[in-house]
């Protein structure tokens, strides 16, 4: 196991934002949309001493921007920011936003599937620069910008890059039975916190994103730290030369880590980054 013991010290850092930048509210599937000063401050102490910081979520890219911005990346004279967006399928830069790499799929399929299970679901795609698209209005807080009502049939009419199912009525359990037995071929999923389901194109994920920045930078997955702390961090994990869980995430996702930080409320990304750059 790669570690600061070792006198390892990574060159890329792979940054879950929901969870591991952003504090849970307590009790609901939401975030405080501030990062603390002191998760800030080491962010900022890895990027000055060279480290490259990749945003790495599960969110939209408008949702990440702002983090970006909040962290004061890039630093002044830097190169943009790379940001892993839609767990993995869309890769950009930023400021300004120019995607640079973007894996769709058609998504009918997978998603008349789970709704014939789960017929009240509410569905949503990303409408780049605004919002979502949805079936229905999804819970305060679930997604960032503006909803705008639309049929299934045209939500998944053409190839997306990610599509959301959410069910406040059902459970992770109920999802994840779900998964297993409909095997949605050629769809990856990831199944969130709460009844939440993100469908994907095969074989893309956070680690599939991260390996294309990676090759841009020159830079191997074995100088790799990847910090998260939800299922959709586990590829992530698997493919970086450290992997680290936040201190509350569940126990498939910590068993899957390399080392187990500090909860989100206890700043556990800022107790990791200073192992190297304190």
Do not use: C
């Amino acid at each position: 196991m790669l570690s600061p013991d070792r006198g390892w010290a990574p060159k890329l850092i792979a940054l879950d934002i929901d969870g591991t930048l952003l504090r849970w509210v307590e009790g609901s599937g939401t975030v405080h949309g501030e990062v603390t000063p002191t998760v800030v401050e080491a962010v900022r102490r890895a990027a000055a001493a060279g480290a490259h910081i990749v945003l790495a979520s599960g969110r939209s890219l408008h949702g990440m921007t702002p983090i970006a911005d909040q962290l004061g990346l890039p630093l002044d004279g830097g190169d943009r920011t790379w940001i892993v967006a839609s767990n993995g399928a869309v890769v950009l830069r930023y400021p300004p936003v120019e995607v640079v790499h973007e894996e769709t799929f058609d998504a009918s399929g997978a998603v008349a599937a789970v709704l014939e299970h789960h017929p009240t679901a509410l569905v949503g795609v990303e409408e780049r620069g605004r919002g979502y698209r949805v079936n229905r209005l999804f819970p305060d807080g679930e997604l960032s910008g503006e909803m705008t009502i639309t049929d299934v049939a045209d939500l998944v009419g053409e190839p997306v890059s990610r599509v959301i199912i959410r069910d406040p009525d059902a459970t992770v359990d109920d999802f994840q039975e779900l998964a297993k037995k409909l095997g949605l071929h050629g769809t990856d999923y990831v199944i969130g916190w709460t009844a939440w389901m993100d469908l994907a194109p095969q074989g893309i994920s956070k680690a599939s994103g991260l390996a294309h920045v990676a090759a841009e930078l020159g830079i191997d997955a074995g100088d790799t730290l990847a910090i998260g702390d939800g299922r959709n961090d586990l590829e992530m994990f698997a493919w970086a030369g450290r992997s680290v869980a936040m201190g509350q995430a569940v126990p498939e996702v910590q068993a899957a880590a390399d080392h187990v930080t500090l909860p989100v409320d206890r700043d556990g990304a800022a107790a990791e980054l200073d192992l190297y750059f304190g």
